[in-house]
């Protein structure tokens, strides 16, 4: 029996977890209308992850990384576990189907649409948790904040995956397929 699991799986998921994880502390201003929101560019980490080695590995990457934020950002953490799980998964499903530029394009889309979606519902609910905002607040922030907020960073995460992609995936020995489809 062939297991998926060993110890080259093993040590790049450990690798990618750690550089996730540093990363997930880099927080980057890139919306001036909302400045207390920051971009980390951890989940473009965990997307390669993904694709690399599927689903569940880009899932373990982002859960496993954002754990130790669960004690700074009680909140926040969980958030981010759920928006980078909602683009990674579906990206990486998408992408086993055909491992060509365009089904890892369709799946990176895919994928940021259901975090915009995800994270947007999320806000509804946690936000009010711990500030002083209602979930009427909330709500009136959603198309002129979190859409726009949320868009822009899923921007930057699909433009730097599609642009690390293919030589990352080189790199670890899983290399897209070659041709047109």
């Known amino acids: ?18 550089a996730s994880l540093v990363l997930s502390f880099i927080q980057i201003p890139i919306f001036p209308a909302a400045p207390w929101l920051m971009y980390d560019p951890s989940g473009i980490v965990c997307l390669i992850a993904a694709l690399a080695f599927g689903p569940k590995m880009g899932a373990a990457v982002a859960i496993i990384s954002w754990l130790p934020r669960v004690f700074l950002d009680p909140f926040g953490a969980p958030m981010g576990m759920a928006s980078t799980c909602a683009l990674v998964i579906p990206a990486a499903l998408i992408f086993a189907r055909s491992r060509t530029r365009a089904a890892s394009l369709a799946g990176m889309v895919a994928g940021a649409m259901l975090s915009i979606a995800v994270t947007c519902a999320l806000n509804l609910v946690v936000t009010p948790l711990y500030t002083a905002v209602s979930m009427e607040d909330v709500m009136a ?9 949320n868009t822009l960073k899923m921007v930057i995460n ?17 290399p897209m397929a070659s041709g047109r489809k």
């Open 158 to 174: 699909v433009v730097a995956g599609q642009v690390l992609e293919a030589p990352a995936l080189a790199a670890l020995g899983t």
């Open 141 to 149: 922030m959603i198309l002129p904040i979190l859409v726009p907020f």
């Open 1 to 18: 029996m062939n297991s998926s699991i060993n110890t080259r799986n093993i040590a790049l998921a450990a690798l990618f977890t750690a």
